[in-house]
């Protein structure tokens, strides 16, 4: 049976590494990242209303306690 003849594997392992590391640079380099979405800027014109100022409850008639 002959022998396998393993003298140029190094080579080749070691040429095929850097061949692969640059292939995934160039894969890397062509994807498109999403950006963060936009901070929101605190200061925005508040317009003053009244509910904004306190909470509110809104009865209705029959809950209304009965005035004698």
Do not use: D, E, G, R
């Not at 160039?26 to 200061?43: E, G, H, M, R, V």
């Amino acid at each position: 049976m002959p022998q396998l003849n393993t003298s140029s594997w190094f080579i080749t392992i070691m040429t095929v590494l850097p061949a692969l590391y640059l292939i995934m640079q160039l894969k890397l380099l062509n994807t498109n990242y999403y950006l963060s979405p936009p901070q929101k800027i605190p200061n925005m014109q508040m317009f003053n209303n009244p509910w904004q100022l306190k909470w509110t409850k809104i009865y209705l008639p029959h809950l209304q306690p009965q005035h004698s």
